[in-house]
């Protein structure tokens, strides 16, 4: 027998809001934060941060840049390549491409959903906003050690036909627009809770669980998956101990598969392949050298800076300082000791 969905949880309008709901609510169950502080994005951000990732997968496709993580799922699948039914800049707004896509082939009216991963990175002003609206979070829960995800998405009509998810992340959706009723089940308790939110609140299921995302009518949402397992930090620790091994050899040096199956010796035991072998030890050595302490704190100096936010925007180009300037920092100055004289500075 399917659980019956359990009501909404919803914060009390009054206090600091994020207070409460680090206190009473992260990492415990799924809840509609009504009063969170803003985002700092509305549907015109929305929309010029779509508006890139469009004409960024345009220009991939040209094959003069990598790929844009970008899709859009319909009634019946994942459209491969949307081609006009992204948006452009011939959509003055999200209302305008809405209402484009409503009567637009091949969808004939049916729902859709428009979701691009990590856009942030092409525009500072709102990567920053974002990171400043996390960084209110994490200073009550604590700060991540690996990236977040985040996904911009914009849909009408859309539900979900299947349970989606990382169960091994938590997850924060700020609804920017419009409204969104997501099933959460989370996989220790087997309940399944029904949260309703709107334009401006925001959405919050611990790690462990699965969920549906229902839209009935036009709704913009921004998701932010934090990895929330220990092994999660497994990718990031092995780019920093054999990335720059991995960069130096050449394809030649790299073989295109261990042999298989694996010899066995007279009495029964498997002979470990040299490569095998080779690669276990280098894996050692490079544990046991002190540098990788310091590319881990630099790379986590990074992510601290960012408040996990990755990838970040580029740099811009350095301005020339002169006696005439003055200077105001606007964003946090993280510093690091990496010795009784050093120390290592990151800020965006």
Known sequence: MKPRPAPARRTAPDGPALRRFAETHWAREPVVVTDAPP??????????LLVAAATAEDTAATGQSGPEPLRLNTADGTLCRPGPLLPGRADRDLREYVARLASAAPLDGDGWLLTATDPLHRDFSAWSRVRDALAGLWRY???????????LSVGDRHHAAAESGDPGSASLTWVVDGELTVRVRP????TEYELRAAAGDLVHWPAGSRHLDHRTGPCTTLRVSV???????LPLITEAACGPERRRRTRADTPAALPH????????RLAIPTQLADSARLFTDRLADPDIEGDLLARWAGLRSAAGLNPAPPP???VPLTARHRLLRVSEVIRVATGPDDALWAAN
Do not use: C, F, Q
């Open 141 to 151: 829960v604590g700060w991540p050690a690996v990236p977040v995800t985040a996904e």
């Open 261 to 268: 199956p694996l010899t066995a010796r007279a009495d029964g």
């Open 39 to 48: 985002l700092g994005l509305d549907r015109a951000d929305a929309h010029a």
């Open 227 to 233: 990895p929330a397992r220990t092994a999660s930090a």
């Open 316 to 318: 811009r180009p350095a």
């Open 187 to 190: 996989e220790h308790t087997g």
